[in-house]
């Protein structure tokens, strides 16, 4: 069974603008582009998704 991900953009996007979105899930975190987001979605393990975010945002 296929669980959909709820997608949500970024608080920094500007309305009717592509943006990148982002969908947790048990095992890690699936993005996609808002303008073409029927092309996939790759997705990272947890750890994987924190250490990015550390990284782009020196928290």
Same mark, same amino acid.
Do not use: K
């Given at each position: 069974?296929?669980?959909?991900?709820?997608? $949500?953009? *970024?608080?920094?996007?500007? /309305?009717? %603008?592509?943006? =990148?979105?982002?969908?947790?899930? %048990? /095992?890690?975190?699936? =993005? $996609?582009?808002?303008?073409?987001? =029927?092309?996939?979605?790759?997705?990272?393990? &947890?750890?994987?998704?924190? &250490?990015?975010? $550390?990284?782009? /945002?020196? *928290?």
């Amino acid at each position: 069974m296929i669980i959909p991900l709820n997608f $949500r953009e *970024s608080g920094y996007s500007a /309305t009717g %603008h592509g943006c =990148v979105e982002v969908a947790g899930s %048990h /095992t890690g975190t699936a =993005v $996609r582009d808002s303008e073409h987001s =029927v092309e996939g979605q790759p997705a990272s393990p &947890s750890t994987e998704w924190a &250490s990015f975010i $550390r990284a782009t /945002t020196g *928290s």
